[in-house]
Protein backbone atom coordinates (compact mmCIF):
# COMPACT_ATOMS: atom_id res chain seq x y z
CA UNK A 1 0.00 0.00 0.00
CA UNK A 2 1.20 3.39 -0.82
CA UNK A 3 2.60 5.06 2.39
CA UNK A 4 0.65 8.27 2.27
CA UNK A 5 -2.75 6.57 1.52
CA UNK A 6 -1.97 3.88 4.73
CA UNK A 7 -1.19 6.99 7.22
CA UNK A 8 -4.57 8.63 6.11
CA UNK A 9 -5.84 4.94 7.17
CA UNK A 10 -3.77 5.09 10.69
CA UNK A 11 -4.96 8.64 11.32
CA UNK A 12 -8.39 7.48 10.76
CA UNK A 13 -8.53 4.51 12.64
CA UNK A 14 -6.75 6.64 15.41
CA UNK A 15 -9.33 9.04 15.20
CA UNK A 16 -12.24 6.55 15.27
CA UNK A 17 -10.70 4.68 18.77
CA UNK A 18 -8.09 6.53 20.20
CA UNK A 19 -8.84 9.89 22.83
CA UNK A 20 -5.74 11.72 23.25
CA UNK A 21 -4.19 13.52 26.43
CA UNK A 22 -4.32 16.99 27.15
CA UNK A 23 -6.09 17.17 23.47
CA UNK A 24 -9.31 19.20 22.33
CA UNK A 25 -10.44 16.36 19.71
CA UNK A 26 -12.36 18.38 17.84
CA UNK A 27 -10.14 21.21 16.87
CA UNK A 28 -7.04 18.84 16.90
CA UNK A 29 -4.98 18.03 13.67
CA UNK A 30 -4.33 14.74 13.02
CA UNK A 31 -1.78 12.88 14.92
CA UNK A 32 1.37 11.79 13.15
CA UNK A 33 1.70 8.38 13.49
CA UNK A 34 5.66 7.41 14.70
CA UNK A 35 6.91 4.24 13.51
CA UNK A 36 10.72 4.06 14.88
CA UNK A 37 12.45 5.91 17.41
CA UNK A 38 16.41 6.06 17.56
CA UNK A 39 18.61 7.96 19.48
CA UNK A 40 17.00 11.28 19.21
CA UNK A 41 15.26 10.90 16.06
CA UNK A 42 11.54 10.16 15.91
CA UNK A 43 10.61 8.88 12.40
CA UNK A 44 6.81 9.23 11.35
CA UNK A 45 5.06 7.27 8.38
CA UNK A 46 5.99 9.35 5.62
CA UNK A 47 9.90 9.15 6.10
CA UNK A 48 10.25 12.32 7.93
CA UNK A 49 12.83 12.69 10.86
CA UNK A 50 11.91 14.60 13.83
CA UNK A 51 14.34 15.55 16.81
CA UNK A 52 12.63 14.91 19.96
CA UNK A 53 13.35 18.20 21.76
CA UNK A 54 11.31 17.91 24.85
CA UNK A 55 12.35 13.45 25.45
CA UNK A 56 8.41 12.92 24.55
CA UNK A 57 7.19 14.73 27.39
CA UNK A 58 10.58 15.21 29.39
CA UNK A 59 10.73 11.51 29.77
CA UNK A 60 13.58 9.90 27.44
CA UNK A 61 17.30 10.72 28.93
CA UNK A 62 19.21 8.41 26.73
CA UNK A 63 17.42 8.63 22.78
CA UNK A 64 14.84 6.07 22.02
CA UNK A 65 15.09 2.42 21.78
CA UNK A 66 18.65 2.54 23.43
CA UNK A 67 20.21 -0.65 22.92
CA UNK A 68 21.63 -0.82 26.15
CA UNK A 69 17.93 -0.92 28.15
CA UNK A 70 16.13 -2.88 25.14
CA UNK A 71 18.79 -5.38 25.87
CA UNK A 72 18.14 -5.44 29.51
CA UNK A 73 14.47 -5.28 29.40
CA UNK A 74 14.25 -7.80 27.00
CA UNK A 75 16.42 -10.45 29.24
CA UNK A 76 14.50 -9.53 32.16
CA UNK A 77 10.75 -10.23 30.15
CA UNK A 78 12.09 -13.82 29.43
CA UNK A 79 12.80 -14.03 32.95
CA UNK A 80 10.29 -12.68 35.43
CA UNK A 81 8.16 -10.54 33.83
CA UNK A 82 5.74 -9.62 36.86
CA UNK A 83 4.91 -10.90 40.54
CA UNK A 84 3.27 -9.63 43.16
CA UNK A 85 4.95 -7.45 45.77
CA UNK A 86 2.65 -8.14 48.31
CA UNK A 87 4.76 -11.29 50.21
CA UNK A 88 7.21 -11.48 47.36
CA UNK A 89 9.97 -9.60 46.21
CA UNK A 90 12.28 -10.03 43.28
CA UNK A 91 16.45 -9.18 42.71
CA UNK A 92 15.63 -6.05 40.23
CA UNK A 93 13.42 -4.04 42.54
CA UNK A 94 16.00 -4.64 45.60
CA UNK A 95 18.89 -3.28 42.94
CA UNK A 96 17.24 -0.33 42.49
CA UNK A 97 16.00 0.71 45.68
CA UNK A 98 19.28 0.20 46.73
CA UNK A 99 21.15 2.09 44.02
CA UNK A 100 18.79 5.06 43.84
CA UNK A 101 19.02 5.30 47.86
CA UNK A 102 22.58 5.28 46.98
CA UNK A 103 22.37 8.48 44.88
CA UNK A 104 19.85 10.56 47.45
CA UNK A 105 20.01 11.95 50.34
CA UNK A 106 21.40 10.23 53.30
CA UNK A 107 17.89 10.54 55.00
CA UNK A 108 16.33 8.69 52.18
CA UNK A 109 15.87 5.23 53.54
CA UNK A 110 12.80 3.23 52.43
CA UNK A 111 11.49 2.90 48.43
CA UNK A 112 7.61 2.43 47.93
CA UNK A 113 6.99 1.87 44.11
CA UNK A 114 4.06 2.54 42.03
CA UNK A 115 3.50 3.68 38.34
CA UNK A 116 3.51 7.20 37.41
CA UNK A 117 4.43 10.42 38.75
CA UNK A 118 0.77 11.34 39.93
CA UNK A 119 0.68 7.97 41.81
CA UNK A 120 3.89 8.65 43.46
CA UNK A 121 2.74 11.87 44.60
CA UNK A 122 -0.28 10.32 46.46
CA UNK A 123 1.03 7.74 47.87
CA UNK A 124 3.75 10.53 49.33
CA UNK A 125 0.33 12.80 50.74
CA UNK A 126 -0.93 9.43 52.00
CA UNK A 127 2.48 8.89 53.85
CA UNK A 128 2.42 12.16 55.63
CA UNK A 129 -1.68 12.53 56.15
CA UNK A 130 -1.68 8.75 57.77
CA UNK A 131 2.01 9.67 59.61
CA UNK A 132 0.08 12.17 61.63
CA UNK A 133 -2.70 10.01 62.05
CA UNK A 134 -0.72 7.42 63.01
CA UNK A 135 0.38 9.52 65.88
CA UNK A 136 -2.97 10.72 66.86
CA UNK A 137 -2.09 14.19 65.46
CA UNK A 138 -4.86 16.29 64.27
CA UNK A 139 -2.68 17.53 60.57
CA UNK A 140 -4.36 17.75 57.91
CA UNK A 141 -3.53 21.04 55.81
CA UNK A 142 -1.33 20.89 52.86
CA UNK A 143 0.73 23.36 52.04
CA UNK A 144 1.74 23.64 48.46
CA UNK A 145 2.84 26.63 45.84
CA UNK A 146 0.96 28.42 43.49
CA UNK A 147 1.28 27.60 40.11
CA UNK A 148 2.36 23.91 40.99
CA UNK A 149 1.83 20.83 39.07
CA UNK A 150 1.83 17.56 40.76
CA UNK A 151 0.18 15.15 38.01
CA UNK A 152 -3.85 14.31 37.28
CA UNK A 153 -5.46 12.10 39.51
CA UNK A 154 -7.61 13.46 42.69
CA UNK A 155 -4.75 14.08 45.28
CA UNK A 156 -2.27 15.57 42.65
CA UNK A 157 -4.90 17.53 41.45
CA UNK A 158 -5.29 19.14 44.99
CA UNK A 159 -2.05 19.87 45.26
CA UNK A 160 -1.87 21.30 41.74
CA UNK A 161 -2.43 25.05 41.25
CA UNK A 162 -5.66 26.17 40.63
CA UNK A 163 -6.11 26.19 36.97
CA UNK A 164 -8.33 25.46 33.74
CA UNK A 165 -7.13 22.34 34.05
CA UNK A 166 -8.49 21.25 37.23
CA UNK A 167 -11.58 24.01 37.13
CA UNK A 168 -14.61 21.19 36.73
CA UNK A 169 -13.47 19.16 39.39
CA UNK A 170 -12.73 21.97 41.82
CA UNK A 171 -15.44 21.74 44.62
CA UNK A 172 -13.91 17.69 44.73
CA UNK A 173 -10.29 18.63 45.56
CA UNK A 174 -9.27 19.07 49.22
CA UNK A 175 -8.24 21.83 51.44
CA UNK A 176 -4.38 23.24 50.34
CA UNK A 177 -3.06 26.17 51.01
CA UNK A 178 -0.89 28.03 48.62
CA UNK A 179 1.95 30.48 48.92
CA UNK A 180 4.24 32.37 46.17
CA UNK A 181 7.51 30.53 45.66
CA UNK A 182 10.31 32.36 47.17
CA UNK A 183 12.80 35.42 46.51
CA UNK A 184 14.90 37.48 48.39
CA UNK A 185 12.02 39.70 48.99
CA UNK A 186 9.11 37.75 49.79
CA UNK A 187 10.63 35.39 52.68
CA UNK A 188 9.40 36.92 55.75
CA UNK A 189 6.38 37.00 54.32
CA UNK A 190 6.37 33.51 53.59
CA UNK A 191 7.66 32.44 56.83
CA UNK A 192 4.94 34.21 58.54
CA UNK A 193 2.07 32.51 56.86
CA UNK A 194 3.71 29.42 57.47
CA UNK A 195 3.74 30.16 61.15
CA UNK A 196 0.02 30.87 61.35
CA UNK A 197 -0.31 27.33 60.16
CA UNK A 198 1.96 25.43 61.54
CA UNK A 199 0.38 23.24 63.77
CA UNK A 200 -2.32 22.09 61.37
CA UNK A 201 0.29 21.38 58.33
CA UNK A 202 0.64 17.54 57.38
CA UNK A 203 3.50 18.75 54.89
CA UNK A 204 4.70 21.03 52.21
CA UNK A 205 4.82 19.76 48.88
CA UNK A 206 7.03 21.43 45.84
CA UNK A 207 8.74 21.31 42.92
CA UNK A 208 12.31 22.18 43.29
CA UNK A 209 13.46 25.19 41.46
CA UNK A 210 11.41 24.48 38.54
CA UNK A 211 7.80 24.66 37.74
CA UNK A 212 7.86 22.76 35.20
CA UNK A 213 4.06 22.55 33.62
CA UNK A 214 3.45 25.54 34.86
CA UNK A 215 5.64 27.25 32.05
CA UNK A 216 9.23 26.14 33.20
CA UNK A 217 9.47 29.22 36.04
CA UNK A 218 12.36 28.90 37.74
CA UNK A 219 13.37 30.20 41.08
CA UNK A 220 16.51 30.28 43.14
CA UNK A 221 18.60 27.21 45.28
CA UNK A 222 19.01 29.68 48.51
CA UNK A 223 15.41 31.02 48.41
CA UNK A 224 13.83 27.64 48.51
CA UNK A 225 16.71 26.62 50.81
CA UNK A 226 15.52 29.57 53.35
CA UNK A 227 11.82 28.50 53.26
CA UNK A 228 12.81 24.38 53.72
CA UNK A 229 14.84 25.22 57.00
CA UNK A 230 11.96 27.03 58.08
CA UNK A 231 9.62 24.31 57.59
CA UNK A 232 12.24 22.17 59.16
CA UNK A 233 11.90 24.57 62.35
CA UNK A 234 8.24 24.17 62.20
CA UNK A 235 8.30 20.60 62.09
CA UNK A 236 6.60 20.40 58.94
CA UNK A 237 7.20 17.39 56.29
CA UNK A 238 8.63 18.13 53.04
CA UNK A 239 7.77 16.42 50.14
CA UNK A 240 10.27 17.24 47.28
CA UNK A 241 8.65 16.35 43.92
CA UNK A 242 11.62 15.40 41.26
CA UNK A 243 9.48 13.91 38.96
CA UNK A 244 10.73 16.14 36.40
CA UNK A 245 13.99 17.54 37.99
CA UNK A 246 15.27 14.04 38.51
CA UNK A 247 17.72 11.56 36.51
CA UNK A 248 20.33 14.93 35.67
CA UNK A 249 17.62 17.74 34.20
CA UNK A 250 19.00 20.13 36.40
CA UNK A 251 22.55 19.49 35.68
CA UNK A 252 22.96 17.60 38.60
CA UNK A 253 21.60 13.98 39.01
CA UNK A 254 18.88 15.59 41.21
CA UNK A 255 17.12 19.04 42.44
CA UNK A 256 18.32 18.36 45.71
CA UNK A 257 21.82 18.23 44.59
CA UNK A 258 21.63 22.05 44.79
CA UNK A 259 20.41 22.72 48.39
CA UNK A 260 21.33 22.16 51.71
CA UNK A 261 18.08 21.74 53.17
CA UNK A 262 16.62 18.16 52.69
CA UNK A 263 13.04 17.02 52.40
CA UNK A 264 11.58 13.61 54.47
CA UNK A 265 9.94 12.34 51.06
CA UNK A 266 10.81 12.50 47.61
CA UNK A 267 8.86 11.48 44.76
CA UNK A 268 10.09 10.44 41.20
CA UNK A 269 8.82 8.73 37.91
CA UNK A 270 9.54 10.05 33.90
CA UNK A 271 13.15 9.79 33.64
CA UNK A 272 13.41 6.99 36.16
CA UNK A 273 13.25 4.22 33.64
CA UNK A 274 15.19 6.55 31.11
CA UNK A 275 11.70 6.82 29.58
CA UNK A 276 11.38 3.51 28.84
CA UNK A 277 8.46 2.10 30.53
CA UNK A 278 6.30 3.22 33.03
CA UNK A 279 7.07 3.75 37.10
CA UNK A 280 7.20 6.14 40.05
CA UNK A 281 8.94 6.10 43.34
CA UNK A 282 7.93 7.10 46.40
CA UNK A 283 10.98 7.42 49.48
CA UNK A 284 10.80 8.16 52.70
CA UNK A 285 12.94 8.47 56.20
CA UNK A 286 12.62 6.09 58.63
CA UNK A 287 11.14 8.33 61.08
CA UNK A 288 8.28 8.35 58.50
CA UNK A 289 8.42 4.61 57.74
CA UNK A 290 8.61 3.69 61.78
CA UNK A 291 5.93 5.43 62.71
CA UNK A 292 3.38 2.59 60.77
CA UNK A 293 5.40 0.25 62.35
CA UNK A 294 3.21 -1.56 64.93
CA UNK A 295 0.97 -4.59 66.21
CA UNK A 296 -2.00 -2.92 65.48
CA UNK A 297 -2.93 -3.88 62.24
CA UNK A 298 -4.75 -0.34 61.64
CA UNK A 299 -1.21 1.40 61.03
CA UNK A 300 -0.48 -0.10 57.88
CA UNK A 301 -0.02 1.77 54.29
CA UNK A 302 -2.81 0.49 52.58
CA UNK A 303 -2.19 1.22 49.53
CA UNK A 304 -1.02 -0.13 46.16
CA UNK A 305 -0.91 -0.80 42.65
CA UNK A 306 -0.58 -4.09 40.72
CA UNK A 307 2.11 -3.27 38.97
CA UNK A 308 4.16 -2.34 42.02
CA UNK A 309 7.70 -2.62 41.13
CA UNK A 310 7.07 -4.25 38.10
CA UNK A 311 10.48 -6.54 37.18
CA UNK A 312 10.27 -4.69 33.55
CA UNK A 313 10.15 -1.58 34.97
CA UNK A 314 13.08 -1.73 37.40
CA UNK A 315 15.52 -3.53 34.41
CA UNK A 316 14.99 -0.55 32.83
CA UNK A 317 15.48 1.98 35.73
CA UNK A 318 18.54 -0.01 36.52
CA UNK A 319 20.13 0.12 33.09
CA UNK A 320 19.14 3.46 32.40
CA UNK A 321 20.70 4.85 35.66
CA UNK A 322 24.10 2.45 34.68
CA UNK A 323 23.77 4.91 31.85
CA UNK A 324 23.36 7.98 33.68
CA UNK A 325 26.38 7.69 35.72
CA UNK A 326 28.55 6.73 32.75
CA UNK A 327 31.40 9.63 32.16
CA UNK A 328 29.52 9.99 28.68
CA UNK A 329 26.52 11.16 30.10
CA UNK A 330 27.68 13.73 32.66
CA UNK A 331 30.14 14.99 29.85
CA UNK A 332 27.23 15.61 28.31
CA UNK A 333 25.45 17.31 30.17
CA UNK A 334 27.69 19.71 30.79
CA UNK A 335 28.01 19.97 27.38
CA UNK A 336 24.21 20.57 26.82
CA UNK A 337 24.27 23.51 29.81
CA UNK A 338 27.23 24.88 28.21
CA UNK A 339 25.65 25.13 24.58
CA UNK A 340 22.17 26.08 26.22
CA UNK A 341 23.96 28.83 28.64
CA UNK A 342 26.02 30.41 25.27
CA UNK A 343 22.40 30.10 23.57
CA UNK A 344 20.84 32.22 26.38
CA UNK A 345 23.28 34.96 25.63
CA UNK A 346 21.94 34.99 21.79
CA UNK A 347 18.72 34.89 22.19
CA UNK A 348 18.70 38.49 24.71
CA UNK A 349 19.61 40.26 21.32
CA UNK A 350 16.03 38.99 20.27
CA UNK A 351 13.29 41.53 20.47
CA UNK A 352 10.72 38.80 20.23
CA UNK A 353 12.58 36.85 23.52
CA UNK A 354 12.04 37.70 27.24
CA UNK A 355 12.44 36.13 30.75
CA UNK A 356 15.29 33.53 29.17
CA UNK A 357 15.90 31.56 32.10
CA UNK A 358 18.17 28.06 32.01
CA UNK A 359 19.20 25.42 34.83
CA UNK A 360 21.32 22.62 33.51
CA UNK A 361 19.48 20.92 30.41
CA UNK A 362 16.25 22.95 30.67
CA UNK A 363 15.88 26.08 28.66
CA UNK A 364 13.52 28.04 28.49
CA UNK A 365 11.64 31.74 27.55
CA UNK A 366 8.58 33.42 26.95
CA UNK A 367 7.55 34.96 23.71
CA UNK A 368 6.18 37.99 23.47
CA UNK A 369 3.05 38.12 22.37
CA UNK A 370 1.22 41.41 23.36
CA UNK A 371 -1.33 38.71 24.26
CA UNK A 372 0.49 37.72 27.63
CA UNK A 373 1.10 34.63 29.15
CA UNK A 374 -1.44 31.74 28.67
CA UNK A 375 -1.32 28.01 27.97
CA UNK A 376 -4.24 29.10 25.66
CA UNK A 377 -2.40 31.27 24.04
CA UNK A 378 -2.83 30.55 20.30
CA UNK A 379 0.59 31.42 19.13
CA UNK A 380 2.02 28.40 20.75
CA UNK A 381 -0.09 26.42 18.09
CA UNK A 382 1.31 28.16 15.44
CA UNK A 383 5.13 27.80 17.16
CA UNK A 384 4.38 24.05 17.73
CA UNK A 385 3.63 24.01 13.70
CA UNK A 386 6.38 26.13 12.44
CA UNK A 387 8.76 23.41 14.63
CA UNK A 388 7.39 20.39 13.32
CA UNK A 389 7.45 21.51 9.64
CA UNK A 390 10.97 22.34 10.47
CA UNK A 391 11.99 18.59 11.88
CA UNK A 392 12.15 19.44 15.55
CA UNK A 393 9.36 18.61 18.30
CA UNK A 394 8.63 21.38 20.32
CA UNK A 395 5.59 21.69 22.78
CA UNK A 396 5.25 25.39 23.50
CA UNK A 397 3.13 25.75 27.01
CA UNK A 398 1.42 28.66 25.67
CA UNK A 399 3.78 31.31 24.73
CA UNK A 400 6.67 29.67 26.82
CA UNK A 401 8.92 27.64 24.25
CA UNK A 402 11.33 25.48 26.25
CA UNK A 403 13.98 22.95 25.30
CA UNK A 404 14.65 19.32 27.39
CA UNK A 405 16.54 17.41 25.09
CA UNK A 406 17.58 13.90 25.44
CA UNK A 407 21.37 13.97 27.12
CA UNK A 408 22.08 11.70 23.71
CA UNK A 409 21.62 14.95 21.10
CA UNK A 410 24.49 16.12 19.82
CA UNK A 411 26.33 19.30 19.62
CA UNK A 412 25.47 19.68 15.95
CA UNK A 413 22.26 18.50 16.53
CA UNK A 414 21.87 21.05 19.06
CA UNK A 415 22.65 23.72 17.15
CA UNK A 416 20.46 23.30 14.48
CA UNK A 417 17.77 23.25 16.85
CA UNK A 418 18.71 26.89 18.18
CA UNK A 419 19.43 27.85 14.32
CA UNK A 420 15.86 27.03 13.50
CA UNK A 421 14.40 28.83 16.95
CA UNK A 422 15.90 31.94 15.43
CA UNK A 423 14.85 31.25 11.87
CA UNK A 424 11.15 30.41 13.37
CA UNK A 425 11.29 33.17 15.87
CA UNK A 426 12.51 35.50 12.77
CA UNK A 427 8.83 35.41 10.88
CA UNK A 428 6.98 37.18 13.78
CA UNK A 429 7.35 41.04 14.23
CA UNK A 430 7.04 42.52 17.40
C1 LIG B 1 4.69 15.18 35.10
C2 LIG B 1 4.74 15.49 36.54
C3 LIG B 1 3.97 14.78 37.47
C4 LIG B 1 2.99 13.73 37.05
O1 LIG B 1 3.59 12.62 36.46
P1 LIG B 1 2.73 11.63 35.55
O2 LIG B 1 3.63 10.47 35.31
O3 LIG B 1 2.42 12.39 34.29
O4 LIG B 1 1.50 11.27 36.30
C5 LIG B 1 4.12 15.06 38.81
N1 LIG B 1 4.97 16.01 39.22
C6 LIG B 1 5.72 16.72 38.36
C7 LIG B 1 6.68 17.74 38.88
C8 LIG B 1 5.62 16.50 36.99
O5 LIG B 1 6.34 17.24 36.14
Known amino acids: MNTTIKKANLQQRDKAVNWHPYTQMKTAGEAIPIVRGKGVYLYDHDGNTYIDAVS ?12 YIAQRVS ?10 FAGFTHEPAIQLSENLLKLLPEGQQKVFYSDNGSTAVEVALKMCIQY ?3 REKKKTKILAFKNAYHGDTFGAMSVSGKSFWTKPFESMLFEVIFIDIPNAGNIESLQQQIKDLAGELACFIFEPLVQGAAGM ?3 EAKDLDRLMKFCREQNILMIQ ?4 TGFGRTGKLFATDHLMEKPDIMCFSKGLTGGTMPMGITTC ?13 HKTLFHGHSFTANPLACAAALASMELLLNEETRKNIERITRQHSAFTKVLESVPQVEHIRQIGTILAFDFKTGQGTSYFNETGKKLYNDFLQRGIIMRPLGNVVYLVPPYCITAEE ?16 V
Open 414 to 429: LDFVYQTIMDVLAQYQ
Open 285 to 297: TNEIYNAFLSEDR
Open 75 to 84: EQLHTLEQVI
Open 241 to 244: DEVF
Open 56 to 67: SWWVTLHGHSHP
Open 132 to 134: AHN
Open 217 to 219: LMY
